[in-house]
């Protein structure tokens, strides 16, 4: 599930540089540019194109000026589509949870888990439920921490 995020982007603001990154790959057609705090057109003379979703990167078409002590501000809401979880997922979930990489620190189930939860790279940290599991609960990799049903 993409999760909303709104940040700065990292990229010099010197006047000539129009190539930024978000800190995470983003979903196509989310992508929203702020400069001093207003919203741009990406379809104006001094919008954005979203150059590269995989790496984050969007491209303005004019580039934000430094003008000594009060340079322009540059902010960047998106839909980020990376494979992490948050910190914890309070909530339902159904169906298929896959991940490719690693998943580091806590799973937090307050409602039953039904279907199948599937890392293929390394569990690490607690997963707990405090009520029933139902499926199939299968690290392909290594399971580090602890797996408890309460």
């Known amino acids: 599930m993409p999760i909303p995020r709104f940040e700065v982007p ?24 702020y400069l001093n705090g207003l919203l741009q057109e990406p379809s104006l003379d001094d919008g954005w194109t979203e150059t590269d979703p995989l790496t984050g990167e969007v491209t303005l078409k004019e580039a934000p000026k430094s003008l000594g ?9 998106f839909l980020d ?10 909530d339902r979930i159904k ?3 896959s991940a490719v990489g690693d998943l580091k620190g806590s799973l937090t189930l307050t409602s ?33 921490g602890r797996l408890e049903s309460c």
């Open 10 to 33: 990292s990229g010099t603001i010197d006047g000539v540089n129009t190539v930024f990154n978000v800190s995470a790959p983003y979903q196509p057609g989310t992508t929203a540019v």
């Open 69 to 77: 002590a009060c340079p322009d501000v540059l902010q960047v809401f």
């Open 81 to 90: 589509t990376s494979p992490q979880l948050p910190e914890s997922v309070i």
């Open 95 to 97: 169906g298929r949870l």
């Open 112 to 144: 039953p888990l039904a279907g199948l939860v599937e890392a293929s790279g390394t569990l690490q940290g607690a997963f707990m439920a405090s009520t029933q599991l139902k499926g199939l609960v299968e690290p392909a990799g290594a399971l580090k």
